[in-house]
């Protein structure tokens, strides 16, 4: 049985009909309009479900139903704590869907979370039980499957890799603490060392004005110094996350997305060298270290997944 997944972002909804084999059947867009409230996202929302349904030929009651993935935090009640990006706080969001989708099965879960259960489920992970996916971009995202399903652990908040300390005292991290891997192999971290690189006269083509982790990346293709030795840096301390993950979960795959993975095996061959001096005898080559397969389609595929039984 198909279900509907929707990837809520701060700009776009996107909305998909998912097959039970994670293929996207028929997929559309709307935009968000976030100044128009939870009310008016989640009306937003039932629109698009219900010109989805209409477009692919189905009703909703012959689906398994809609799951959403949101850009925050959220509780097992379906409650979103916080979405920065939408500017809510302590929205009962599955409640005001299931409202509006009365009989329909409705779930919710973070977006990095949704994107784990994507890859675990149909991306690089299709078929495993257990999975770590990390998403490298301007912040870095996490999400655990275990037994086939979302590790939400105690808090309820599990998976934030991204703010996992890999050096103590280290810099300054966006949730307020310091050394978070987020603080060192996010964009921000990325550009600060190849700038400190810069200051210090290392020979270079890069140029400050023009650093994102794309011309780091491109120059380190080249053989640039600088280029290579941010890659390293940042490389290996996402190496030691991944080991660090390896020792703790063992899991069958660790994926890796998100736009600085673009890099592809320059940033994935270093992160896996680094993981495997970094983790416990005779665990690391029981665990997959690969790139993430489903890009920006994991988001509506992994949410489907939520109400899949
Ligand atoms: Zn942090």
């Not at 001096?277 to 997959?288: A, P, S, V, W, Y």
């Amino acid at each position: 049985m198909p279900a509907i997944g929707i990837d809520l972002g701060g700009t776009d909804i996107k909305g998909a009909v998912i097959s039970d084999e994670g293929r996207i059947l028929h997929q559309d867009l709307v935009s968000t309009q976030p100044e128009s409230g939870a009310d008016g996202v989640a009306d937003r929302i039932v629109g698009l479900v219900g010109s989805l349904c209409d477009t692919h030929g189905v009703t909703l009651d012959s689906t398994s139903g809609v799951g959403v993935g949101v850009p925050g935090v959220t509780r097992k009640d379906g409650t979103v704590v916080i979405a920065p990006n939408l500017d809510w706080h302590h929205v009962p969001f599955r409640q005001m869907l299931q409202d509006r989708l009365t009989g329909s099965a409705v779930e919710l879960d973070n977006d990095a979370n949704v994107a784990a259960l994507a890859e675990a489920k149909a991306g690089v992970g299709a078929g495993c039980d257990s999975l770590a996916f990390l998403t490298l971009g301007t912040g870095i995202g996490g999400g655990i499957v275990v037994d086939g399903r979302v590790h939400h652990g105690a808090s309820y908040s599990a998976g934030e890799i991204g703010h996992m300390v890999v050096i103590p005292d280290g810099p300054f991290c966006g949730c307020g603490k310091s050394g978070c891997l987020e603080a060192i192999s996010a964009t921000k971290g990325m550009i600060s060392h190849a700038e400190k690189l810069i200051d210090d006269g290392l020979v270079t083509s890069l140029k400050k004005e023009d650093l994102t982790p794309k011309s780091i990346c491109d120059a380190a293709a080249e053989g640039d110094e600088i280029g290579e030795a941010t890659v390293d840096h940042v490389a290996r301390h996402i190496g030691i996350a991944v080991a660090n993950l390896i020792n703790i979960l063992s899991p069958e795959v660790i994926a890796i997305g998100g736009g600085i993975s673009a890099a592809g095996s320059l940033m994935l061959d270093p992160i896996a060298a680094s993981a495997e001096t970094n983790t416990l005898e005779g665990m690391f080559e029981h665990t997959r270290i690969e790139l993430a397969r489903l890009g920006n389609d994991a988001g509506s595929i992994g949410a489907a997944y939520l109400v899949m039984s």
